[in-house]
């Protein structure tokens, strides 16, 4: 049972025609064990039984449907509706595990200085059966910028002052803008990584993790770049042979090397 003055938690769940997945995310939320939850969910204008479903809601969710310009602007329309002490989003593709929401609330009262606390994933197929673990990496700001390091989004909660402070998600990305906010979080606050896996991230043929992998790591070099990573460095060029290289080797062992190099959530190891 949630103390009636436990920290509210507002999630908010961008979506657009993702019929199939969304209410597998809102049951996510509902089911958790801690009761002062606010679960936003900014539609995109769905004409796929989306609205149907949120409908069927009304009483436990916020929502709104409407045009937007991306992901980015219904994450910062939600983040601007939200009421909560802690943040976060969850796409309409992925879920919760239960005990998350609890775990990560205790968290953040045991270390009231920590602006953002994030955890491990757990990679989904379409089915929602498991094949890999996206893990986190201690928190490490200069090697988010230098190296790519990636804090895994489903996992990751911030308090109301780092949006405050760092300002709303950047509407110019399209793939990285979690990778961006992350970062200007890290230069401000510190963060707090937990070595246990909070959510499900489901990859399919329609996610932008799977279908557009190319402007993805463009993009992510591109913010790394923003941010001080320099052409001239070591770390850019590993980066760009690790990204080409790994593509002019046979599947089987393309899939073999990037689990040991902890990149379960790349599309080659469920196609």
Known sequence: MTPVNSPRVSIITPSYNQGQFIEDTILSVLGQDYANIEHIVVDGGSDDGTIEILQRYDRQIRWLSEPDHGQADAINKGLRMASGDILAYLNSDDTYLPGTISLVVSQFLAHPDTGLIYGDCQAINREGLPFGIIHGHPFDVSRMIQRGEFIPQQAAFWRREVVEKVGAFDVNLHFCMDHDFFI????????????QVLANFRFHTLSKSSSQEERHWRENMAVSRRYGLSRWSIWYWLRYVRHRGL?????????????????????VLYS
Request: charge should be positive.
């Open 184 to 195: 200007r979080a890290g230069c401000n606050f510190p963060g707090l990584y937990i070595p």
């Open 247 to 267: 593509r002019l080797l046979p599947q089987t062992l393309q899939k073999r090397i990037r689990k040991r190099l902890n990149r379960a959530h790349d599309p």
